[in-house]
C-alpha cells in the first residue's frame, strides 16, 4: 500500500505552530502511511448461519488455524461479479456473483479450506459449494460445509479423500453487499454537475479479497484470475489485465454489458482489483507498446488534472525496468484517482488506485508539494509492480521489506523522472529522520517478525507503520550503499528472476545479494550480508555513535529518548550493531570504516586540534553520531566560517542529531542550540526543514513564557536574511523561484519572517489576501503560498477575514484548497472566533464528521485555542467519545493534539484528574494516547526543570 495522506501530528504541529500551515502541503509528503486500514481490521460479522458448526472449546482442528494448510494449491479462478449501483428494493447496494477455482491436491485430505468472509453463498443440494473432478477422477461428495467466522473460511468436510496431483473444480454463486467500507469489493460516492454518482471499487489488501469472491487468501497461493464484469452499459469496466470485449447481453430481461479481461499473470488475491465508473483516460503506449492509462473524474480529466501523472509515468516504468535489469511484466498499466479513496494508493497489479491528491494535479491551485506528493506516490506504487507483485513475499511478517523497498526506490524513480529536484536527499528528511523519532522509543520494535507471530487480519494491519515503510527504507538504503549500488542491483536483478510469479522470504534477497558481493572482484564485506543485517532488522532501535578524535576511540550505544527508560525487550544482539561508517576528515572524504564491536579504536579518526571529523556522510547509515566537545566545536565553526564544506545532507544531519542528543541528555541544549546560528547563511531546503522541526519542540514548550520573546528575537534575526533573499530572488514575491526546493524553502522564509514578526511580512500577506477579499473570483495568491498567507491574514484579521475566509471554504470545490483553508481558519486569535469554529465541529453541516477531530487539532496548535479547545473537549467528552470513541485512529489523535504543549505541574494534574473524572466513560481507543500524554507530560516538566534556565540564558545572550 502507498503511503498514507496522514500527517505525522509531530510535524503538522511544527507547521501550525510556526504559522505556516503551508508547510503542511510539503509536509503531506512524509513518511505516515495510512493507518485506515487498521481501524477496521478483524471486524468481524457474523455469516450464514446454516448449519452449526461443531466447536469444541480448546480446539486444534484446522478451521482454527489463521493459517491454511498445505494441502491444496490453486491454479486458477473463473470470477463474475455484478456489482449493483442503485440500492434494492430493501434499501441496500449489492453485488452478486459466480466463482470457481482450480486448484490441486498437493497431500491426500478430505477437507477443503477457503476464504470467505461476509458473503452469502447460495445452497447447493444444502451444501454451500459444488465439486467436480476433472477427467479421470471423481471427486469425493461433499458431506457438510459451514462457515468458520473467527477464522473467516468457508469449511467443506467431503466423504472421501482428494488426490494429490489431481485437480478439481470448486464452485460457488454469492451475494454480497457493496457497503462503503473501504474493504473488499465497496462503493464509493461523489457528486458531479450536481448529480451524485456512485462508482463500484475494490481495496484487498491485506484480507478482504475473501470479501469479494471466495478465495484462498494468502499472499503466497498465487493463482491465475478470468475475470468478468457486468455493468450498466454506459459504465467502464477495469481489472488488473486488459479487456478483451465488451459485449451487450440480456440478463432476466435487463440490458446490461459485459466486460470480459484477460487471464491475468500469475498473481496473488490481496492484488487483484476491479471498477466499474463512468470515468474517463487519458493515454499512450509507451515504446514497447505497454499501455498507459490515466482514469479520473470525467472534469478533471477535461481540465487536464492527469496530464502530469501520465507524463511522469513513463520515465519511470523506464527506470524501474533497467533498474530492476527486468521488462515491466504486464501489457498495460492504469492508474486510477478515487474520490472518497480512504488509503493513500494501493499497488494493485496493472491498476493502481488513488487518493485524488496523490494522483491528480491542477497547476492552477496545487502547490508545489502537491505535484512533489504525486510524482513521489506514483513512483512508490509503480516499484511495487516488480518488488512485491511480480515477486511476492509469501507472508505479512516480511511486509517490511515490500513497503520498506518501495519506499527506498521510490526516490530513485523520483529522481529520474524529475532529475533537477533532488529528490534522493529527501528520504533523509522523510524517512530517516522520521523513522528515527519512533525507533528511538522503548516502544518500539523489530522490522522483521517471525512468521507465526503474524496470524489474525488484525496482525496483518499492525504490520502497516512507520518502522515498516521508513526504517524499512532507511536500512535497505543503507545496505544498497555499503554494497554500492550497481552490487545492489545485480542481487536484486537475480532475486527478481528466480522468483518471478513466485514468492519468496526476505533471506532470499540476502542469498542473492550475497552472491553478486561473492561475484564482485574485490568486494569484502567483514560479515556476510545475513550476519550483518539481521542486527539491523532483528532488533528494535538504532545505535548512537560517539567518535572521540583525541584518540580515536570509537564506540556505540542503543540511542533513547529518554535516557532512563528501561528496555523490556531482549535482543539476542544486545543491543550492538555491524555499522558501516562512511566519513570525511575536514575538507577529505575517507574510506569507509566498520564498527564491529561495542568500541574499538580507529586511529584515523584520531585528528588534530584544527581538523574536524564528519561521520555518516551523507547520512547513508541509519544510525545517530556524537563527537567529543572538541570536535562539536570544530564542526559549528566550519559552519559558521563556511557552512558549505560540509555537504548539505549533513548539515541537516548536525542539527538533527544534535537537538536529538540533547533531549537524551547525551549534550548539552546549548551546544544543539548553537548549531542554529550559521542558519543566517542557509539557503537550502534540507538544513532549514530539519532545523524548523527541532525548534517546534522549543516553540510548544517556551511559547508561553519568558524565553518565549528572546526566542522570537533570535528567530526573527536568523531568517530575516532568508526573507530578504526570497524577496529580491522573486523579484519582490512576483515570480516562483526556479529551485524545485527553493520553492519550498521560500514557503519557510515567509512563514517564519512573519511569525516572528520580521518587517514588511505581515504587511505583504495581508494585502495579498485583501486583494482577494475584493475579488473573490480571482485568487491571485501563488498556490505555493496559500496555506501560509491564509493563516497570517486570518490570525492578523478579525471577523470580516475569518467570515470571508469561511466563505470560501465552504464553496472550494478542490479538496486539496479546501483543507488549506479550514487550517487557516484556526489561526485566527480572536478568541470568539475559535470558539464558535469548535462549536462548528459538532455541527456536519458545517465541518464534516471526518474532518472534526482535525479541525479541533488545528486550534489546539494555535496558542490562543489550545486552552479553548482542551476546555471544549472535556465539556463536551460524551458526544466525542460516543462519535469517535471506538476503534476510530482520529480519536487517539484528538486527544494528543489537544495536550501536545501540556509542561506544566498544573497541567498534569489537570490530565491526570481528567482521567479521574471520565474513567467511567472510558477512553476507548484513546487510551494509549492518554497515557502516552500523561508520559510526555512528565518527562517535559523533568527536562524543562533542568534545561529552562540555560536556554533562557542562551536565547538573551544571542538576543542582546
Ligand atoms: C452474531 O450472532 C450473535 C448470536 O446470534 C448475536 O448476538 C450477535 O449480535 C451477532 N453479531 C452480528 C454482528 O450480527
Ligand atoms: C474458465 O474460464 C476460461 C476462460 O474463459 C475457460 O477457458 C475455462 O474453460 C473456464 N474454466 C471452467 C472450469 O469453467
Ligand atoms: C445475507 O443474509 C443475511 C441473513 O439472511 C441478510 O440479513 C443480508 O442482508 C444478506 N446480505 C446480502 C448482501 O444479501
Ligand atoms: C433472475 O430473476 C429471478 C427472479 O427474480 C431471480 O431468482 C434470479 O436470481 C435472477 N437471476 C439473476 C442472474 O440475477
Ligand atoms: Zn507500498
Redesign the pocket.
Known amino acids: 500500500m502507498g503511503k498514507g495522506y496522514y500527517i505525522s501530528r509531530h510535524l503538522a504541529t511544527a507547521a501550525m505552530v510556526l504559522a505556516a500551515i503551508a508547510l503542511l502541503t510539503i509536509i503531506a509528503l512524509s513518511v505516515v502511511y495510512n493507518r485506515e486500514k487498521s481501524k477496521n481490521a478483524a471486524k468481524l460479522t457474523n455469516a450464514?448461519t446454516l448449519p452449526v458448526p461443531p466447536t469444541p472449546k480448546t480446539s486444534n482442528e484446522p478451521w482454527d488455524k489463521y493459517r491454511l494448510p498445505d494441502t491444496l494449491s490453486p491454479e486458477y479462478y473463473n470470477v463474475t461479479l455484478w456489482p449493483r449501483l442503485v440500492k434494492n428494493a430493501i434499501g441496500?447496494y449489492?453485488f452478486t456473483g459466480v466463482s470457481g477455482v482450480m486448484f490441486t491436491c498437493v497431500k491426500k485430505t478430505d477437507l477443503i479450506l477457503i476464504h470467505s468472509n461476509k458473503l452469502?453463498l447460495t445452497l447447493f443440494k444444502g451444501h454451500h459449494a459444488k465439486l467436480t473432478a476433472q477427467s479421470g477422477v471423481t471427486a469425493p461428495a461433499i458431506k457438510t460445509t459451514w462457515f468458520q467466522r473467527e477464522t473467516q473460511y468457508l469449511v467443506i468436510q467431503l466423504e472421501g479423500k482428494l488426490k494429490p496431483g489431481k485437480s478439481y473444480w470448486l464452485y460457488t454463486e454469492f451475494?454480497?453487499?457493496l457497503a462503503d467500507d473501504l474493504e473488499g469489493f465497496y462503493r464509493s460516492e461523489y457528486t458531479e454537475d450536481g448529480e451524485k454518482k456512485i462508482i463500484a471499487i475494490t481495496q484487498m489488501q491485506g484480507t478482504y479479497a475473501r470479501k469479494a469472491f471466495p478465495c484462498f487468501d494468502e499472499p503466497g497461493m498465487k493463482a491465475v484470475f478470468h475475470i468478468t464484469l457486468i455493468h450498466d452499459l454506459e459504465k467502464t469496466a477495469l481489472s488488473n489485465s486488459q479487456e478483451i470485449k465488451t459485449e451487450n447481453v440480456i440478463i432476466n430481461g435487463t440490458q446490461v454489458a459485459r466486460t470480459i479481461f484477460g487471464p491475468t499473470k500469475k498473481m496473488s488475491t490481496y492484488l487483484i482489483a476491479f471498477v466499474v465508473s463512468d470515468f474517463r483516460f487519458i493515454s499512450v503506449k509507451d515504446k514497447k507498446g505497454v499501455l498507459v492509462r490515466i482514469w479520473a473524474r470525467k472534469k478533471a480529466i477535461d481540465d487536464g488534472q492527469g496530464d502530469y501523472a501520465l507524463k511522469i509515468t513513463q520515465p519511470i516504468l523506464e527506470f524501474f525496468e533497467k533498474y530492476y535489469n527486468t521488462s515491466y511484466p504486464l501489457s498495460k498499466s492504469d492508474q486510477i484517482a478515487l474520490p472518497d479513496f480512504n488509503s493513500g494508493a494501493m499497488e494493485n497489479w496493472g491498476l493502481v488506485t488513488y487518493r485524488e491528491t496523490a494522483l491528480l494535479y491542477d497547476s492552477r491551485t496545487s502547490a508545489n508539494g502537491n505535484k512533489q506528493r504525486i510524482l513521489t506516490v506514483v513512483s512508490h506504487e509503480l516499484a511495487h509492480m516488480w518488488f512485491g507483485n511480480l515477486v511476492t513475499l509469501k507472508w505479512w511478517n516480511d511486509l517490511w521489506l515490500n513497503e520498506g523497498f518501495a519506499s527506498y526506490v521510490e526516490y530513485l524513480g523520483a529522481d529520474y523522472a524529475e532529475p533537477t529536484w533532488n529528490m534522493k536527499e529527501q528520504i533523509i528528511l522523510y524517512d530517516l529522520q522520521s523513522a528515527f523519532a519512533v525507533d528511538g522509543l522503548t516502544s518500539s520494535h523489530p522490522l522483521s517478525r517471525k512468521e507465526e507471530e503474524v496470524n489474525t487480519p488484525s496482525e496483518i494491519s499492525e504490520m502497516f507503520n512507520t518502522i515498516s515503510y521508513s526504517k524499512g527504507a532507511a536500512v535497505l538504503k543503507m545496505l544498497s550503499e555499503f554494497l554500492t549500488e550497481p552490487v545492489f542491483a545485480k542481487g536484486l536483478g537475480n532475486y527478481l528472476k528466480q522468483f518471478a510469479f513466485g514468492s519468496s522470504v526476505y533471506t532470499d534477497l540476502w542469498d542473492h545479494l550475497q552472491k553478486a558481493v561473492d561475484q564482485t572482484p574485490g568486494m569484502k564485506l567483514p560479515h556476510s550480508v545475513h550476519e550483518i543485517m539481521n542486527r539491523w532488522i532483528l532488533q528494535m532501535g538504532f545505535p548512537v555513535i560517539t567518535i572521540d578524535t583525541r584518540t580515536g576511540n570509537v564506540s556505540q550505544k542503543h540511542f533513547l529518548l529518554e535516557p532512563q527508560a528501561v528496555v523490556e525487550r531482549k535482543s539476542e544482539f544486545n543491543y550492538e550493531w555491524f555499522v558501516p561508517i562512511k566519513w570525511m576528515k575536514k575538507h577529505q572524504v575517507q574510506d569507509q570504516l566498520w564498527l564491529l564491536q561495542k568500541s574499538d579504536l580507529h586511529n584515523p579518526m584520531k585528528v588534530s586540534k584544527n581538523e574536524w571529523v564528519l561521520a555518516n556522510l551523507n547520512m547513508s547509515g541509519y544510525f545517530r553520531v556524537n563527537y567529543d566537545l572538541g570536535n562539536w566545536e570544530r564542526l559549528i565553526s566550519q559552519l559558521e566560517s563556511d557552512h558549505q564544506v560540509i555537504p548539505v545532507v549533513n548539515r541537516a544531519q548536525i542539527l538533527d542529531d544534535a537537538f536529538n542528543l540533547a533531549r537524551a541528555s547525551f549534550i548539552n541544549i546549548t551546544l544543539a542550540l548553537r548549531t542554529t546560528k550559521y542558519l543566517l547563511r542557509e539557503r537550502q531546503y534540507i538544513p532549514w526543514e530539519a532545523a524548523l522541526r527541532n525548534l517546534n519542540y522549543f516553540f510548544q514548550l517556551f511559547d508561553r513564557s519568558e524565553v518565549y520573546g528572546a526566542m522570537q528575537v533570535y528567530l526573527k534575526k536568523q531568517i530575516k536574511p532568508l526573507f530578504e533573499y526570497f524577496e529580491t530572488i522573486s523579484s519582490n514575491w512576483t515570480r516562483v523561484p526556479s529551485g524545485h526546493t527553493d520553492q519550498f524553502t521560500q514557503i519557510i522564509s515567509l512563514s517564519l519572517a512573519c511569525s516572528t514578526g520580521v518587517e514588511g511580512c505581515r504587511e505583504l500577506t495581508r494585502s495579498w489576501f485583501k486583494k482577494w477579499m475584493q475579488n473573490p473570483h480571482n485568487n491571485t495568491i501563488h498556490p505555493n503560498l496559500r496555506s501560509t498567507v491564509y493563516c497570517n491574514a486570518i490570525a492578523g484579521g478579525g471577523a470580516e477575514e475569518w467570515n470571508f475566509g469561511w466563505q470560501m471554504f465552504q464553496k472550494a470545490t478542490v479538496a486539496a484548497e479546501a483543507v488549506k483553508l479550514r487550517s487557516a481558519l484556526a489561526c485566527t486569535k480572536v478568541p470568539w472566533l475559535l470558539n464558535r469554529y469548535l462549536e462548528y465541529t459538532m455541527n456536519p453541516e458545517k465541518i464534516r464528521k471526518q474532518d472534526a477531530t482535525s479541525t479541533i487539532g488545528y486550534i489546539a496548535s494555535n496558542i490562543i485555542g489550545q486552552p479553548l479547545a482542551w476546555d471544549f473537549v472535556r465539556a463536551n467528552w460524551d458526544y466525542f467519545f460516543k462519535m469517535y470513541g471506538t476503534g476510530s485512529f482520529s480519536f487517539s489523535r484528538l486527544i494528543s493534539d489537544i495536550t501536545y504543549r501540556f509542561c506544566t505541574p498544573f497541567e498534569l494534574s489537570q490530565l491526570k484528574r481528567f482521567q479521574k473524572d471520565n474513567a467511567e466513560t472510558g477512553f476507548g481507543s484513546g487510551t494509549q494516547a492518554l497515557q502516552q500524554a500523561i508520559e510526555k507530560t512528565t518527562a517535559k516538566i523533568k527536562w524543562l526543570a533542568e534545561n529552562k534556565e540555560p536556554v533562557l540564558q542562551w536565547f538573551l545572550s544571542e538576543a542582546a
Open positions: 450464514t441496500m449489492i452469502n451475494t454480497g453487499e
